[in-house]
């Protein structure tokens, strides 16, 4: 019975074995057209048979997922002809399918290069960043990092200035307003000012006491006349002047009221 056994694990065993061994013959048998198909393609390119290089480079990356070679040159042509979004699309493949670090290395590089193209400086960044992951040593790796550092910030910087110069509908709105009161406020002021200055320049004109008739030739100076019937008395002329100096200060109070206040405050802006 134990033979039985032993003798059924061991066929069970055999046919696993002779089974992974067709997996892996049928892999490398896979493997090898795929990379076959790669130099044709290679080839093609060389000739400027973009059509042709490209149909076998799309053959092989369907027949091996193992052979990266083929998407990443493919991604390469792509890039060269200014397909961004498929050499991206190529060099994001290796990136996932690359067990190599340098083949990973290549792959975020010429990702951050198509962000670069692109303009997309802060995701070039990080693509550089994972590349000298992969490769520390690189120094164009590394240079171009800093440059999409370098434009990364000055591009949120005219991005931080160009929101200082919008205004919000609202916040113009108010500055109008703000201002149109501020005017009739002058204007105001200006009115009061005037018209005070006119009375007490309308004061002045009666304020004091007539001049006297000079006498007629031959004839005697009255020692006092007596004023006339519109003349002003002292008694009058000093409540006019209590008035208009209580008007003054009046005028001049409001004055340094709004002086005091100074002008409105506006909301603070958000970011």
């Known amino acids: 019975m134990n033979k039985g056994y032993t003798f059924l694990f061991l066929l069970l065993l055999t046919a696993f074995v002779h089974a992974q061994e067709e997996v ?3 892999k490398e048998k896979a493997l090898k057209a795929s990379v076959d198909l790669t130099w044709e393609a290679n080839k093609e390119l060389s000739e400027n048979e ?3 290089a490209e149909a076998d480079y799309r053959r092989a990356i369907s027949k091996s997922d193992e052979n990266v070679v083929a998407p990443y040159n493919l991604g ?7 397909s961004l ?3 991206f699309g190529r060099f994001k493949q290796v990136g996932e399918l690359a067990s190599e670090k340098p083949e990973k290395h290549k792959a975020f590089h010429n990702m951050g290069n198509v962000f670069m193209k692109n303009e997309e400086y802060d995701k070039a960044v990080e693509a550089y960043k994972e590349a000298l992951r992969n490769d520390p040593t ?3 790796t590394r240079y171009n990092l800093a440059l999409a550092k370098a434009l990364a910030k000055k591009e949120k910087d005219q991005d931080k ?6 205004k919000d509908p609202k916040e113009e709105k108010e500055d109008q307003e703000e201002k149109k009161e501020d005017k009739q406020d002058q204007e105001q002021d200006n009115k009061e000012k005037d018209e005070g200055e006119q009375e007490k320049d309308d004061n002045k004109d009666g304020d004091g006491e007539e001049k006297k008739e000079q006498p007629k030739q031959g004839e005697k100076p ?13 008694q009058q002329v000093k409540n006019l002047l209590e008035a208009m100096q209580n008007e003054e200060n009046k005028v001049q109070e409001k004055m340094n009221e709004k002086k005091v206040k100074g002008p409105k405050s506006k909301n603070a802006k958000d970011w």
């Not at 390469?76 to 200014?82: C, W």
């Not at 009255?222 to 002292?234: A, T």
Request: hydrophobic letters at 15%; aromatic letters at 8%.
């Open 76 to 82: 390469t042509a792509y890039y060269k002809k200014e």
């Open 85 to 87: 979004e498929e050499a």
């Open 161 to 166: 200035e160009g929101d200082e110069d919008k």
């Open 138 to 140: 690189d120094e164009e």
């Open 24 to 26: 892996i013959k049928e």
């Open 50 to 52: 973009f059509i042709k």
């Open 222 to 234: 009255d020692e006092e006349k007596q004023p006339r019937k519109n003349q002003l008395s002292p």
